[in-house]
């Protein structure tokens, strides 16, 4: 079976030594890489989840670089507790990782007015809430900067997806208005738009496939690179875009999706391959 292969990652060398960053979403999937990502750097990271990570079963590293605080990101009170309790305990925070999302897949007659403000509340608003109650906290910090995960779904769409992609359209722009209106302040605000990753999210989907790994076969055949990603892609460019490295990069969408947008599609009958 064609799985996603994980790619060995350069050794830790402390790049996030000292550093305070908070993931929101990082008890699984990609928020579970980004945050063992920070942890194995040296950051002590702070998870904001509804669910404990203990609660998910998942290989979560919280042997003293990571820590739990509850946080629904879609309710304002929820946040400026959570931010209250960060700055209490942590004196500030220099990374924002807004990764908390969800997906809605139905058609758009179906899809109720509540279901699309669902999307819209934890997808959109989170991290419009997140950033504001934050942004105290981040001031005056060394390099802070907000990454906030968006999607290949905000550059293109799938079926059945029409609050889903408008959602992370809409997160890639305010990704680009937080660039423009925090650069003064000394904050970096960057978007990362994962393609299909092997996450919990897309894994229950493909387990829903009559044929599982003609499902993965196939999926792999759309990416130049021959493979469908791993979460810790996502958390390697995440990574990145925290550092100094990318102390001049600000305002972009960073596409992680293996060159799937980028190959243009034929029919069965002209692929070369």
């Not at 279901?115 to 906290?137: E, I, S």
């Not at 906030?148 to 769409?157: D, H, K, R, V």
């Amino acid at each position: 079976m064609n799985r996603p292969v994980t790619r060995s990652r350069d050794s830790a060398n402390g790049r996030a030594e000292g550093r305070i960053i908070v993931v929101t979403g990082g008890a699984r999937g990609i928020g579970q890489a980004i945050v063992n990502r920070f942890a194995a750097e040296g950051a002590t990271v702070i998870i904001g989840d509804l669910a404990h990570p203990g609660d998910t079963h998942t290989d979560l590293k919280m042997h003293g670089y990571a820590k739990w605080v509850h946080l629904d990101i879609a309710d304002e009170d929820s946040v400026w507790k959570f931010a209250e309790t960060v700055g209490t305990q942590h004196g500030g925070v220099d990374v924002l990782v807004n990764n908390a999302g969800i997906m809605s897949t139905q058609s758009i007659v179906d899809e109720t007015v509540s279901d699309w403000d669902r999307t819209m509340a934890v997808n959109l608003r989170g991290p419009f809430l997140m950033t504001k109650h934050l942004l105290p906290l981040m001031e005056g910090r060394d390099d802070p900067s907000i990454i906030n995960i968006g999607s290949i779904e905000g550059l293109g769409a799938n079926a059945l997806h029409a609050s889903y992609a408008a959602s992370k359209a809409g997160l890639h722009g305010l990704t680009r208005a937080l660039a423009v209106d925090l650069g003064p302040k000394g904050i970096r605000c960057n978007a990362v738009a994962p393609g299909w990753i092997d996450s919990d999210l897309n894994r229950g989907y493909i387990d829903k496939h009559p044929n599982r790994d003609q499902a993965i076969t196939e999926l792999a055949s759309l990416h130049p690179v021959g493979r469908i990603g791993d979460p810790t892609d996502v958390a390697a460019t995440v990574l990145w875009l925290s550092t100094t490295d990318a102390g001049f990069v600000t305002g972009q969408v960073v596409t992680v999706d293996g060159g799937r947008m980028t190959r243009l599609s034929l029919p069965t009958s002209l692929a070369d391959d």
